[in-house]
């Protein structure tokens, strides 16, 4: 009975084990089911990843793609001329080519560099150099733009573009140029490659003359090639500047400057011719050495001297003191002083360029005669403060105001800052710095009856006429025709017969000032600033012609008085200007 419930029991047990066999073995695919889902999930991250990377780079290939088909080009505006009164051109822009390249489209940079050398007749080495390493160095940083040639004659650069280089492509862009050459130069100005003044007039009006530019949107293939223009708007070019220079009379005294300063062996030369009732300047010429060299280095070339310089005038500025003691009432014409030929003030002696003896001089004969020491004789009964006045009342130490972009003020020391000599050098010129254009305003402040008109250079601007006369009084009419009288005589009879001109009634001053040095104390010796000022027809004047000659061993009657009688000869022609 025991053995058999024994089996049974065994038999249970066998029946319990395989039982249990299926539950390990579910245990198992739970497992592999687990791997599945995560390796499944994996798989849609990266799928998921994938996708965003590559809408991404969709984005990154769409605004590349974009980038190579649109391309926004500016249109620089026509830049505005520059003409005479008359409207003859000083500065106007031609058309050119300026040719450009993507350099990343170029297979070889280097063999297109000298391509299209060759066609654009880029023949200097240095040039040729330029233009590889431009194009080279684009290449290597993936620019897409860089300039072959700027400003080159059209049929230039339609050889170049014949060549078919990937990339290539050239635009229109103006060049600035000057007609007359060197005329008017150092008034003119000049504008650089960009087409922005860089000096003179082209400085001074730059954003007159500059206009707005405008732009385009160019489609473009693959090569760089433009297909169409889908958005534009339009560049409004600059406005015309009119001078009020007369371009005849301008050159005409360019020519009469340059053979002075080869006979006078000078440095340099000035002139302006003026109207006096108007302020209007007809000629302001600078000639430096020998011409015209061209505005590069060197500065003093370019320099507008008439407006810039500012030396000492010498015995044209005893117009102001004469002028003033009139004026005061502290002399009249027929007033009389002992004048020997020369006297001590101060620390040093003021003397009159030839020696004479003691003479008995009127007012006007000391005007006659360009005596310094009559000069100082009057000037010491106006005392300082009234000579003072007086410089200070002609626009002495003050700009003028013409319109140009650098104008220097001069020197006048206030009274307090003078010397014990001070009063005897300012009255014939000395101790006191002037502009050109200064002395040329102060003698039409005599030649226009008393009143003392703003210089003017600029006429016109686009459509605006610039015609207001500026002015003030100055001195009486009186006083002014006085003053007139005497210097007609001092041109009959006195320094400046050599201004004479025939069937005209002249009336002028000469001046020889002595050049201070800028190293020490003192004066440089055996050159001068010569010049010579005058007014014609003497009665009524229509015109004021200074000229001054810098650097000049030569005396103003021989240097700088020849000189004003030519120019003014042909401006009185020119202008026909009756005798």
Same mark, same amino acid.
């Given at each position: 009975m025991a053995a058999p419930s024994t089996g049974r029991r065994r038999s249970a047990g066998r029946r319990g084990g395989l039982l249990g066999s299926p539950k390990r073995a579910g245990n198992g695919c739970d497992g592999r089911i687990r791997l599945l889902r995560f390796l499944?999930?994996? !798989?849609?991250?990266?799928?998921?990843?994938?996708?965003?990377?590559?809408?991404?780079?969709?984005?990154?290939?769409?605004?590349?793609?974009?980038?190579?088909?649109?391309?926004?080009?500016?249109?620089?505006?026509?830049?505005?001329?520059?003409?005479?009164?008359?409207?003859?051109?000083?500065?106007?822009?031609?058309?050119?080519?300026?040719?450009?390249?993507d350099p990343h489209l170029l297979q070889d940079p280097s063999a297109a560099a000298d391509e299209l050398c060759d066609a654009l007749q880029i023949n200097r080495r240095r040039d040729r150099r330029e233009v590889e390493k431009t194009l080279v160095a684009g290449k290597k940083q993936n620019k897409w733009f860089a300039y072959v040639a700027r400003k080159v004659d059209p049929d230039l650069a339609r050889a170049a573009l014949e060549l078919d280089l990937p990339g290539v492509g050239s635009h229109v862009e103006e060049k600035r140029t000057y007609p007359l050459k060197g005329t008017a130069a150092q008034v003119v100005g000049y504008a650089g490659m960009d087409n922005i003044g860089g000096f003179g007039i082209e400085l001074a009006y730059e954003e007159e003359l500059s206009g707005e530019a405008g732009s385009e949107t160019v489609v473009r293939d693959p090569a760089g090639n433009s297909l169409k223009t889908v958005?534009?708007?339009?560049?409004?070019?600059?406005?015309?500047?009119?001078?009020?220079?007369?371009?005849?009379?301008?050159?005409?005294?360019?020519?009469?400057?340059?053979?002075?300063v080869r006979h006078a062996t000078a440095k340099a030369a000035t002139a302006i011719v003026m109207d006096p009732r108007t302020g209007e300047v007809l000629c302001m010429a600078n000639i430096f050495r020998q011409g015209f060299h061209g505005f590069g280095k060197d500065t003093e070339a370019r320099k507008n001297r008439a407006v810039e310089d500012a030396p000492e005038p010498g015995s044209i500025f005893?117009?102001?003191?004469?002028?003033?003691?009139?004026?005061?009432?502290?002399?009249?014409?027929?007033?009389?002083?002992?004048?020997?030929?020369?006297?001590?003030?101060?620390?040093?002696?003021?003397?009159?360029?030839?020696?004479?003896?003691?003479?008995?001089?009127?007012?006007?004969?000391?005007?006659? /005669?360009?005596?310094?020491?009559?000069?100082?004789?009057?000037?010491?009964?106006?005392?300082?403060?009234?000579?003072?006045?007086?410089?200070?009342?002609?626009? !002495?130490?003050?700009?003028?105001?013409?319109?140009?972009?650098?104008?220097?003020?001069?020197?006048? /020391?206030?009274?307090?800052?003078?010397?014990?000599?001070?009063?005897?050098?300012?009255?014939?010129?000395?101790g006191v710095a002037a502009t050109a254009i200064q002395m040329a305003s102060a003698f039409s402040t005599v030649a226009y009856n008393g009143w003392q008109v703003k210089p003017r250079l600029v006429a016109q601007v686009?459509?605006?006429?610039?015609?207001?006369?500026?002015?003030?009084?100055?001195?009486?009419?009186?006083?002014?025709?006085?003053?007139?009288?005497?210097?007609?005589?001092?041109?009959?009879?006195?320094?400046?017969e050599t201004a004479k001109i025939p069937g005209y009634d002249v009336a002028g001053k000469t001046g020889t000032a002595e050049i201070a040095l800028t190293d020490r104390p003192g004066y440089a010796k055996g050159v001068y600033t010569s010049s010579f000022i005058g007014m014609v027809p003497a009665d009524r004047p229509r015109l004021v012609v200074l000229v001054t000659v810098e650097s000049t061993p030569m005396f103003g009657a021989e240097a700088a008085a020849p000189a004003f009688k030519e120019i003014t000869s042909f401006a009185l022609q020119h202008l026909e200007i009756a005798p």
């Amino acid at each position: 009975m025991a053995a058999p419930s024994t089996g049974r029991r065994r038999s249970a047990g066998r029946r319990g084990g395989l039982l249990g066999s299926p539950k390990r073995a579910g245990n198992g695919c739970d497992g592999r089911i687990r791997l599945l889902r995560f390796l499944f999930i994996v !798989f849609l991250v990266l799928v998921g990843g994938k996708a965003v990377a590559l809408a991404s780079s969709s984005q990154d290939l769409t605004q590349l793609a974009q980038e190579q088909q649109l391309q926004e080009v500016t249109l620089p505006a026509p830049r505005g001329s520059i003409l005479d009164r008359e409207g003859a051109e000083l500065a106007v822009g031609k058309p050119q080519q300026t040719v450009y390249a993507d350099p990343h489209l170029l297979q070889d940079p280097s063999a297109a560099a000298d391509e299209l050398c060759d066609a654009l007749q880029i023949n200097r080495r240095r040039d040729r150099r330029e233009v590889e390493k431009t194009l080279v160095a684009g290449k290597k940083q993936n620019k897409w733009f860089a300039y072959v040639a700027r400003k080159v004659d059209p049929d230039l650069a339609r050889a170049a573009l014949e060549l078919d280089l990937p990339g290539v492509g050239s635009h229109v862009e103006e060049k600035r140029t000057y007609p007359l050459k060197g005329t008017a130069a150092q008034v003119v100005g000049y504008a650089g490659m960009d087409n922005i003044g860089g000096f003179g007039i082209e400085l001074a009006y730059e954003e007159e003359l500059s206009g707005e530019a405008g732009s385009e949107t160019v489609v473009r293939d693959p090569a760089g090639n433009s297909l169409k223009t889908v958005a534009q708007v339009a560049p409004k070019p600059g406005k015309n500047v009119y001078l009020t220079l007369d371009r005849e009379i301008q050159y005409y005294a360019e020519g009469v400057l340059e053979e002075t300063v080869r006979h006078a062996t000078a440095k340099a030369a000035t002139a302006i011719v003026m109207d006096p009732r108007t302020g209007e300047v007809l000629c302001m010429a600078n000639i430096f050495r020998q011409g015209f060299h061209g505005f590069g280095k060197d500065t003093e070339a370019r320099k507008n001297r008439a407006v810039e310089d500012a030396p000492e005038p010498g015995s044209i500025f005893k117009l102001v003191t004469i002028s003033g003691a009139l004026a005061d009432g502290t002399v009249k014409p027929s007033t009389t002083f002992s004048v020997p030929w020369k006297v001590q003030v101060a620390d040093r002696q003021i003397h009159d360029s030839h020696y004479h003896a003691t003479m008995d001089y009127s007012v006007r004969e000391i005007m006659q /005669h360009s005596s310094n020491v009559g000069a100082y004789r009057i000037a010491k009964e106006m005392g300082k403060d009234g000579l003072y006045r007086w410089v200070k009342a002609f626009g !002495f130490g003050e700009k003028t105001g013409i319109e140009f972009p650098v104008e220097s003020e001069g020197i006048v /020391h206030p009274v307090k800052e003078w010397s014990g000599s001070s009063i005897g050098n300012i009255p014939m010129g000395q101790g006191v710095a002037a502009t050109a254009i200064q002395m040329a305003s102060a003698f039409s402040t005599v030649a226009y009856n008393g009143w003392q008109v703003k210089p003017r250079l600029v006429a016109q601007v686009g459509t605006e006429v610039y015609d207001t006369v500026e002015k003030h009084r100055v001195i009486p009419a009186k006083v002014a025709r006085q003053v007139r009288d005497m210097l007609r005589l001092a041109v009959e009879e006195g320094t400046g017969e050599t201004a004479k001109i025939p069937g005209y009634d002249v009336a002028g001053k000469t001046g020889t000032a002595e050049i201070a040095l800028t190293d020490r104390p003192g004066y440089a010796k055996g050159v001068y600033t010569s010049s010579f000022i005058g007014m014609v027809p003497a009665d009524r004047p229509r015109l004021v012609v200074l000229v001054t000659v810098e650097s000049t061993p030569m005396f103003g009657a021989e240097a700088a008085a020849p000189a004003f009688k030519e120019i003014t000869s042909f401006a009185l022609q020119h202008l026909e200007i009756a005798p």
